[in-house]
């Protein structure tokens, strides 16, 4: 089976500071990993994904992340945080293989604000 | 807009009812997921279809819920004699398959049971 964590509800910052968003993962066997964002009554919008070469992934509006497989974490960041970046963020894992199906697992989410 | 439609937005229903959920994905896209996501949380996986072929349902799909994708487009979520419990933001994604791609959600259908 495979899981995610995400060990903080909720991450503050200060406007303009950097921001990193927790996620590690277990799973039995070599893993895709993805970001979401979610805001208020909307679906989830896709940040960034690792599949595969270097662990350094950049995405959307400036968030990168990086993937440490000794650490099995995947950890979001952004270097300058703005107040639009409050939203719900979302860690998700998918296996590579195929013929273990095609879904994801996502974490309980990590509720970011920051503030002016 | 060619993203992922999913209708209707908000639904309330009484306990016992019959509701049905319709999600249109991007046309071109191969793969439909179904998920749930109840407050608070991460969404769960609820089932795929490849094509009109529904290939993986969670455990989390109980009797009472049926999907179906007749033609290769559109899927309908159905959920008979609807429970308390069943109150949750239910997410329709799609993507293209033999490709690492992400998937592309849709803003959910929230059914509230009274």
């Known amino acids: 089976a495979q899981s995610v964590a995400q060990p903080e509800d909720q991450v503050n910052v200060a406007e303009g500071n950097p921001l990193t968003v927790k996620c590690t993962y277990s799973v039995s066997g070599n893993p895709y990993l993805f970001w979401y964002v979610q805001y208020p009554n909307r679906g989830l919008q896709f940040l960034l994904k690792y599949i595969t070469g270097d662990n350094l992934v950049k995405g959307s509006y400036g968030f990168e992340a990086e993937f440490n497989k000794s650490q099995t974490s995947f950890h979001l960041k952004k270097p300058s945080a703005l107040v639009s970046d409050s939203a719900l963020y979302f860690c998700?894992?998918?296996?590579?293989?195929?013929?273990?199906?095609?879904?994801?697992?996502f974490g309980g989410g990590t509720r970011v604000l920051v503030k002016p | 807009d060619t993203g992922v439609s999913q209708n209707p937005r908000h639904k309330i229903t009484k306990r016992g009812q019959n509701v049905t959920f319709r999600c249109d994905p991007i046309?071109?896209?191969?793969?439909l997921y179904w998920y749930r996501q109840t407050l608070g949380q991460g969404p769960e996986f609820l089932t795929y279809f490849q094509n009109e072929a529904q290939l993986e349902k969670s455990r989390l799909l109980s009797d009472r819920f049926s999907a179906e994708r007749p033609k290769g487009s559109f899927s309908t979520l159905e959920i008979q004699r609807t429970e308390q419990g069943d109150s949750a933001m239910y997410l329709c994604a799609s993507s293209l398959v033999g490709q690492v791609t992400e998937a592309f959600f849709g803003q959910g259908t929230r059914l509230t049971v009274v």
């Open positions: 998700a894992v998918r296996l590579i293989r195929e013929a273990a199906g095609n879904k994801l697992t």
């Open positions: 046309s071109e896209h191969n793969r």
